[in-house]
């Protein structure tokens, strides 16, 4: 299996600030990499899939990039709404594996 | 635009079946991957695996052993059957459209496996 590393677990920011969090494959994915925000009680909703492409509807300043086996989900201008846990995922081969989860707080 | 839904018991004993079922609604179940994923506390999110609509299936190979996925395409249905579950188990179980990366997701469903 290949195994997705997450960091931080979780970070503490404000409004306004810009996020990075970084997830590492054990193997390279070749850019099979796609990011999800969970908040409590609710499903993941996907953010970004390979690597880069933003997916509709989601705000711009969601960005994501990597290559190889380093990624990094990127928020430029934290806002109320993005309060959340954030998961990588690799999409490159079976069984799919997930990050262990990244908590953004206040 | 598509929604899932999952339902099944809240509840099962050590040793027996769960059993779930998503409905697809606002688009056919043709043509596409549908995918269980569970969540639990212990264990984070973790993929069950995924049916075609024409019922080719793949599973992760920790849960092989247990899992069988079926799909009704008359009813826009597909199902989960995981059996001897134990308290392990316990955990948030969603169903999930798979494109380009799991694009749409069910509520989830909690299961606890308790006697």
């Known amino acids: 299996d290949i195994q997705m590393t997450q960091s931080p677990s979780s970070l503490s920011a404000s409004v306004g600030d810009s996020v990075t969090i970084t997830c590492r494959a054990s193997?390279?994915?070749?850019?099979?990499l796609n990011w999800y925000q969970q908040k409590p009680g609710k499903a993941p909703n996907l953010l970004i899939y390979r690597t880069s492409s933003l997916r509709r509807g989601v705000p711009s300043r969601f960005s994501g990039s990597g290559s190889g086996t380093d990624f990094t989900l990127t928020i430029s201008s934290l806002q109320p709404e993005d309060f959340a846990t954030y998961y990588c995922?690799?999409?490159?081969?079976?069984?799919?594996?997930f990050g262990q989860g990244t908590k953004v707080e206040i | 635009q598509v929604q899932l839904q999952e339902s099944g018991p809240g509840l099962v004993k050590p040793s027996e079946t769960l059993s779930l079922t998503c409905t697809v609604s606002g688009d056919s179940i043709s043509g596409y991957y549908w995918t269980w994923i569970r969540q639990s506390p212990g264990k984070g999110l973790e993929w069950i695996g995924y049916i075609y609509s024409a019922g080719s299936t793949n599973y992760n190979p920790s849960l092989k052993s247990r899992v069988t996925m079926s799909v009704d395409t008359s009813k826009n249905q597909f199902s989960l059957k995981l059996n001897s579950v134990t308290a392990a188990d316990t955990a948030v179980y969603y169903c999930?459209?798979?494109?380009?990366?799991?694009?749409?997701w069910g509520q989830g469903a909690l299961v606890t496996v308790s006697s």
């Open positions: 999930a459209r798979r494109e380009m990366a799991f694009v749409s």
């Open positions: 193997q390279t994915i070749n850019n099979y």
């Open positions: 995922q690799q999409s490159y081969s079976t069984p799919y594996t």
